[in-house]
């Protein structure tokens, strides 16, 4: 058969829901075979039947291929149809990252390949190899059930990102190549898409061209299906893509979004790719040269090499620098902290849908307006994300809070047209300061910040809104903040944003300019403000952060700058974290004991 049309599903997985993963799935399924006409091929990204951030929870997600087989053959009820899918897989006494190939719609399904994921990321946000096995069967192509044939190899995720699964892939005979992916979208650079489409992620930016170098290398269609959605804050960002042999996008999925997109392969172009360009046929005749020195001129050079690869292989796993991160090309060049705001703007919004109203299934958000740009920014994106009408803006003042701020937090109501509620928290801190006396401002600028979140919370059972953070990461690095305090919410849109990244978005969104360039302030103490505070501006402050967290030492600031934001990032570690406690036993929670925050 000379044209395979196939679908890619951009799948949002409900974490840790097996059943109901494999039902949806299964509807997914009968939704593509209703096209017309009906794909061949049918791929689910990697883990869909779970979500990927599971950690200890594989042990009770994970199946068997036959299971996931049968399961998936109950779900859907059409006629026949390949169908890929990511599954935890249970095999042999061992638990893998996997996925399936199977052909549904006969009388019983049958299984053509099952490809277990070689390799492992371990760094960074990743911890596979703690929870999952390393496939032990590489990588193979197989024939499909299209009709007329063809052959195909699946590589999962980080599988791709080494030349040599792939080259392997080719000189099996692979005509596709098919690539599950759930890999967090990462790198806010001011990026275009290959060929000159709207601004991706940077870490999208560069999985395209990973997998169109693959297709040109190799003269072979790639069909990547990425996960949608977000895990623990991690957005898994869609943008699937085929790629035809001549390395040519041939079709993109949306952003952020669940989506089903088609493309036809002329499975006979292959033929005219790789005449034209003969990249593969040159390196089936290489081949025994380039592999001459792996065999070793004897069983001493054998021990030698495997020695050495052995070596290497150790040293790239504990060299997380070297893995697959992407923060971008404009790390060295210009500004580093330049965003693309409409990119930051719509990952945002598509957080908040998913963390406020998906997984932890609130209709409403809260957010405590101070009159400051970070309030601001959160209420702007959290009225786009859940509805203006869904989001409250709370104005909690003490008797001493300028008035400015509180002008201010209602110029952001008027705004954005949210709901509003004036709390006033003078009579609860002066209570408590009667009983323990006052005689540290900063006591009582946290009592006020602790108050704030009181206020919250009770709103939020009250009606049943989730309150929603607006600390930034430059006053998280710095410690800026009191602990349990107005970090406290538990869905935070702006708490890996800098300072001046948060100027820059607000500004696109729309926040009114006076609130922008005032000068910040917490308002707990009179006449103060976050620069005064800390000592160095926060131009300053996050390019010197921006450096030391990446284990580089800043150049181009004085010495007590750099040294005002070093003494307060490496002192304010405790309050980035959960409270200390005693390790005693096998099963202590968060050491042993592992579940992500949303299953």
Same mark, same amino acid.
């Given at each position: 058969?000379?044209?395979?049309?196939?679908?890619?599903?951009?799948?949002?997985?409900?974490?840790?829901?097996?059943?109901?993963?494999?039902?949806?799935?299964?509807?997914?399924?009968?939704?593509?075979?209703?096209?017309?006409?009906?794909?061949?091929?049918?791929?689910?990204?990697?883990?869909?039947?779970?979500?990927?951030?599971?950690?200890?929870?594989?042990?009770?997600?994970?199946?068997?291929?036959?299971?996931?087989?049968?399961?998936?053959?109950?779900?859907?009820?059409?006629? =026949?149809?390949?169908?890929?899918?990511?599954?935890?897989?249970?095999?042999?006494?061992?638990?893998?990252?996997?996925?399936?190939?199977?052909?549904?719609?006969?009388?019983?399904? +049958?299984?053509?390949?099952?490809?277990?994921?070689?390799?492992?990321?371990?760094?960074?946000?990743?911890?596979?190899?703690?929870?999952?096995?390393?496939?032990?069967?590489?990588?193979?192509?197989?024939?499909?059930?299209?009709?007329?044939?063809?052959?195909?190899?699946?590589?999962? $995720?980080?599988?791709?990102?080494?030349?040599?699964?792939?080259?392997?892939? =080719?000189?099996?005979?692979?005509?596709?190549?098919?690539?599950?992916?759930?890999?967090?979208?990462?790198?806010?650079?001011?990026?275009?898409? $290959?060929?000159?489409?709207?601004?991706?992620?940077?870490?999208?930016?560069?999985?395209?061209?990973?997998?169109?170098?693959?297709?040109?290398?190799?003269?072979?269609?790639?069909?990547?299906?990425?996960?949608?959605? @977000? +895990?623990?804050?991690?957005? @898994?960002?869609?943008?699937?893509?085929?790629?035809?042999?001549?390395?040519?996008?041939?079709?993109?999925?949306?952003?952020?979004?669940?989506?089903?997109?088609?493309?036809?392969?002329?499975?006979?172009?292959?033929?005219?790719?790789?005449?034209?360009?003969?990249?593969?046929?040159?390196?089936?005749?290489?081949?025994?040269?380039?592999?001459?020195?792996?065999?070793?001129?004897?069983?001493?050079?054998?021990?030698?090499?495997?020695?050495?690869?052995?070596?290497?292989?150790?040293?790239?796993?504990?060299?997380?620098?070297?893995?697959?991160?992407?923060?971008?090309?404009?790390?060295?060049?210009?500004?580093?902290?330049?965003?693309?705001?409409?990119?930051?703007?719509?990952?945002?919004?598509?957080?908040?849908?998913?963390?406020?109203?998906?997984?932890?299934?609130?209709?409403?958000?809260?957010?405590?307006?101070?009159?400051?740009?970070?309030?601001?920014?959160?209420?702007?994106?959290?009225?786009?994300?859940?509805?203006?009408?869904?989001?409250?803006?709370?104005?909690?003042?003490?008797?001493?809070?300028?008035?400015?701020?509180?002008?201010?937090?209602?110029?952001?109501?008027?705004?954005?047209?949210?709901?509003?509620?004036?709390?006033?928290?003078?009579?609860?801190?002066?209570?408590?300061?009667?009983?323990?006396?006052?005689?540290?401002?900063?006591?009582?600028?946290?009592?006020?910040?602790?108050?704030?979140?009181?206020?919250? @919370?009770?709103?939020?059972?009250?009606?049943?809104?989730?309150?929603?953070?607006?600390?930034?990461?430059?006053?998280?690095?710095?410690?800026?903040?009191?602990?349990?305090?107005?970090?406290?919410?538990?869905?935070?849109?702006?708490?890996?944003? @800098?300072?001046?990244?948060?100027?820059?978005?607000?500004?696109?969104?729309?926040?009114?300019?006076?609130?922008?360039?005032?000068?910040?302030?917490?308002?707990?103490?009179?006449?103060?403000?976050?620069?005064?505070?800390?000592?160095?501006?926060?131009?300053?402050?996050?390019?010197?952060?921006?450096?030391?967290?990446?284990?580089?030492?800043?150049?181009?600031?004085?010495?007590?700058?750099? +040294?005002?934001?070093?003494?307060?990032?490496?002192?304010?570690?405790?309050?980035?974290?959960?409270?200390?406690?005693?390790?005693?036993?096998?099963?202590?929670?968060?050491?042993?004991?592992?579940?992500?925050?949303?299953?």
């Amino acid at each position: 058969m000379a044209h395979v049309r196939i679908a890619l599903s951009q799948f949002r997985p409900n974490k840790g829901e097996y059943a109901e993963n494999v039902t949806r799935i299964g509807a997914v399924i009968t939704q593509a075979a209703q096209l017309d006409p009906k794909p061949d091929l049918v791929v689910f990204p990697e883990t869909a039947t779970s979500g990927y951030f599971v950690e200890g929870g594989v042990k009770e997600l994970a199946v068997t291929a036959g299971t996931l087989a049968r399961d998936l053959a109950a779900a859907y009820q059409g006629s =026949a149809i390949d169908v890929v899918v990511g599954f935890y897989e249970r095999f042999q006494n061992h638990i893998y990252n996997s996925a399936l190939y199977v052909t549904l719609g006969k009388r019983k399904p +049958e299984v053509r390949h099952v490809h277990r994921k070689v390799f492992l990321p371990t760094y960074g946000v990743f911890d596979e190899e703690r929870f999952v096995d390393r496939g032990q069967d590489g990588v193979r192509s197989f024939e499909t059930g299209w009709e007329g044939g063809g052959k195909a190899a699946i590589l999962i $995720c980080e599988d791709a990102w080494h030349s040599l699964a792939a080259t392997v892939a =080719a000189l099996e005979g692979a005509q596709l190549i098919i690539v599950p992916s759930a890999s967090p979208a990462r790198g806010l650079d001011e990026e275009e898409a $290959c060929d000159g489409a709207a601004a991706l992620p940077a870490s999208v930016v560069r999985w395209e061209r990973i997998v169109r170098g693959i297709a040109e290398e190799h003269g072979v269609f790639v069909a990547l299906a990425n996960l949608v959605g @977000f +895990e623990g804050g991690k957005g @898994f960002p869609g943008a699937s893509a085929v790629i035809d042999p001549t390395g040519k996008v041939i079709a993109r999925g949306p952003l952020f979004e669940e989506a089903l997109l088609t493309a036809d392969l002329d499975l006979d172009s292959l033929t005219t790719a790789r005449s034209d360009s003969p990249l593969l046929a040159d390196l089936q005749s290489a081949l025994p040269v380039l592999t001459k020195s792996l065999s070793g001129k004897n069983q001493n050079d054998k021990v030698k090499f495997d020695a050495a690869t052995n070596g290497a292989s150790n040293a790239a796993r504990h060299t997380p620098h070297i893995a697959p991160i992407v923060t971008g090309s404009r790390d060295r060049e210009g500004d580093p902290l330049a965003i693309d705001p409409e990119l930051t703007r719509k990952w945002l919004v598509s957080f908040l849908k998913d963390e406020v109203l998906r997984r932890r299934g609130f209709k409403k958000g809260l957010v405590g307006l101070s009159g400051g740009v970070d309030s601001a920014l959160t209420a702007f994106l959290a009225a786009e994300a859940l509805g203006k009408d869904n989001v409250i803006g709370v104005r909690m003042p003490y008797r001493t809070s300028s008035p400015d701020s509180l002008a201010h937090a209602q110029l952001v109501i008027d705004k954005v047209g949210i709901e509003s509620l004036t709390i006033d928290i003078s009579d609860a801190v002066d209570g408590l300061l009667r009983q323990v006396g006052n005689n540290d401002p900063h006591r009582l600028g946290n009592i006020m910040a602790r108050q704030r979140m009181i206020v919250l @919370f009770d709103l939020s059972a009250k009606h049943n809104a989730l309150p929603l953070g607006t600390s930034n990461k430059s006053e998280r690095l710095l410690g800026y903040f009191t602990w349990h305090g107005d970090d406290a919410p538990p869905v935070n849109p702006l708490g890996d944003l @800098f300072k001046t990244q948060v100027w820059a978005l607000a500004r696109h969104v729309g926040v009114p300019e006076e609130i922008v360039s005032k000068p910040a302030t917490a308002d707990l103490i009179k006449g103060q403000t976050d620069e005064g505070d800390l000592g160095v501006s926060y131009l300053h402050a996050d390019r010197i952060l921006y450096h030391l967290i990446r284990g580089e030492e800043p150049t181009g600031f004085t010495k007590e700058e750099v +040294e005002i934001v070093r003494q307060r990032l490496d002192s304010t570690h405790w309050k980035r974290r959960l409270p200390t406690v005693a390790v005693l036993s096998q099963t202590a929670i968060g050491e042993f004991y592992l579940r992500p925050v949303d299953y």
